[in-house]
């Protein structure tokens, strides 16, 4: 068994040719769907946030990973593409899982992203037998090293930062969007006591639900760029085209944040010289003043993740059976179940009754995976 991880972050490319990249997420899926199915790889996982486009391969043979190499060259175009192996893959999974390597360190999005594009790559045929086994044992490290992280109010997230950065521009704020990162820029917001919460969306009816549930106002996007509110601050959050934003009708504005990725800032909002204007580039600045005190649990992470990695190594690539890491499997599945209702059907819950509710699915989760591990080892040959 080899692994070969193939792709680039905010570290070695630029976030306009990132974003690029997301565009061609159907493009490059089909065209590893057709690298597997020629043989070039025994299975495949697309890593797709923010701030990375990477693609982690398990090859048999060293002259595979030129034939993956071309195939994945010939969708993303100029991309600059960095190449990991073996161990070293392994090691950079788990630091990528842990928010390590995140333009916000430690932010909690990536272990469930993570999570996410195993699960991805399994629904479409992309998985192995060995990825799958990878995946829960690296997002199983992550989680503990992230347990290791001190409870500080540092940022949790691009958004998290976002929306600090535009509290200090203005209480009166506009997000715009009705994704994920729209609703993390939002509950930090309605935390740090804005006076006025404006949720707008191209679709009334999803502004109007992210309203109710964070005690703002809604309006449409049409209706937004027409009359707009008498805020301080937007926070951009869309998915889409360039957005040309009503300056002339905007006269209390003061600052503009875009955490959209590609980012939808028009020229003209990046050419005014009375705002101050910020994309997820200026945000990383930010971020590593916000940060600052997470160096030590930084580094000890890192260092940390290098042991990990060489036993998850050892462990994969030779085949070793591990029942405890369906343990970690059912854990897994019970929070991005839990996550779901968080974002739906519980939204309404206090805080710490929702944190009741979550320990009590993990414990039960816990439980279920121990009794088919004594299950499953009652099997094993003597």
Do not use: Y
């Amino acid at each position: 068994m080899q692994l070969f991880v193939l792709g680039a972050d905010h570290r070695c490319a630029s976030l306009s040719e990132l974003g690029r990249a997301r565009l061609l997420r159907e493009s490059i899926e089909a065209r590893l769907i057709d690298l597997c199915r020629n043989g070039a790889s025994a299975g495949a996982v697309l890593i797709d946030t923010c701030n990375r486009f990477e693609v982690l391969f398990e090859i048999e043979h060293a002259d595979a990973a030129a034939a993956l190499r071309k195939g994945v060259r010939q969708t993303l175009g100029d991309l600059p593409l960095r190449e990991l192996r073996d161990l070293s893959a392994v090691e950079h999974l788990i630091r990528v899982t842990t928010g390590l390597e995140s333009l916000v360190p430690g932010e909690e999005q990536i272990l469930g992203q993570v999570t996410r594009a195993f699960r991805a790559a399994e629904e479409v045929g992309l998985s192995s037998r060995r990825l799958h086994s990878l995946g829960s044992r690296i997002t199983a490290v992550a989680r503990m090293l992230r347990g290791r992280k001190p409870d500080q109010r540092v940022p949790r997230s691009v958004a998290d930062l976002a929306a600090r950065v535009a509290r200090e521009h203005g209480a009166r704020v506009a997000v715009v969007g009705a994704g994920a990162m729209a609703r993390a820029a939002a509950e930090e917001l309605r935390r740090l006591d804005v006076e006025e919460l404006w949720l707008v969306n191209r679709t009334v009816a999803r502004a109007e639900a992210l309203a109710r549930h964070f005690g703002g106002r809604a309006q449409s996007l049409d209706e937004f760029l027409v009359d707009p509110p008498r805020v301080e601050v937007v926070i951009l959050a869309l998915a889409g085209r360039e957005l040309a934003l009503p300056h002339a009708r905007l006269s209390h504005l003061r600052s503009v944040v875009d955490i959209s990725q590609p980012t939808v800032l028009h020229p003209e909002t990046r050419e005014r010289t009375d705002l101050a204007v910020l994309d997820l580039i200026g945000l990383g600045a930010h971020a590593q003043v916000a940060c600052q005190d997470l160096g030590r649990w930084i580094e000890d992470s890192r260092e940390l993740a290098h042991g990990h990695a060489r036993r998850l190594w050892i462990e994969v690539s030779g085949d070793r059976t591990d029942l405890q890491h369906l343990v970690n499997l059912h854990v897994d599945a019970a929070r991005e179940e839990m996550e779901k209702a968080r974002r739906n059907g519980l939204a309404q819950l206090p805080p710490e009754q929702m944190d009741a509710v979550a320990k009590l699915v993990e414990r039960v989760a816990r439980r279920n995976a121990h009794l088919h591990v004594k299950d499953l080892r009652h099997l094993e040959p003597a």
